[in-house]
Nanobody
Framework: QVQLVESGGGLVQAGGSLRLSCAAS????????MGWFRQSPGKEREFVAA????????YYTDSVKGRFTVSRDNSKNTLYLQMNSLKPEDTAVYYC?????????????????WGQGTQVTVSS
């Protein structure tokens, strides 16, 4: 098992930046494929970004490409999401998720482990 704790959320103006972190504990972090998801009130949880076990490959939903960067530091058991050029529509609770082999990687149902979420609010 792995336990996940997100941090770094907050209130930011449109055009600003935030960096989210997801600290993992428990089973070896590099054994997990990691994802970031977000959920707004009244909407389903949606895929944002994902990264493979060693960090060699990354994946993004179209709406964040060129603005968000997912990365991981396996020596620190930590996942990151750098968010630049934030827009009001990015406002949501952001969750990190882990699974040994999520199939497909963009579906929330593919992940067994979740953090508690961190709120990101972007004002216009």
């Amino acid at each position: 098992q792995v336990q996940l704790v997100e941090s770094g959320g907050g209130l930011v103006q449109a055009g600003g930046s935030l960096r989210l972190s997801c600290a993992a504990s428990g089973r070896a972090f590099n054994g997990y494929f990691m994802g970031w998801f977000r959920q707004s009130p009244g909407k389903e949880r949606e895929f944002v970004a994902a990264i493979t076990w060693g960090g060699d490959n990354t994946y993004y939903t179209d709406s964040v490409k060129g603005r968000f960067t997912v990365s991981r530091d396996n020596s620190k058991n930590t996942l990151y999401l750098q968010m630049n050029s934030l827009k009001p529509e990015d406002t949501a609770v952001y969750y990190c998720a882990a699974d040994v082999r999520p199939t497909p990687y963009f579906s929330p149902a593919s992940y067994d482990y979740w953090g508690q979420g961190t709120q990101v609010t972007v004002s216009s």
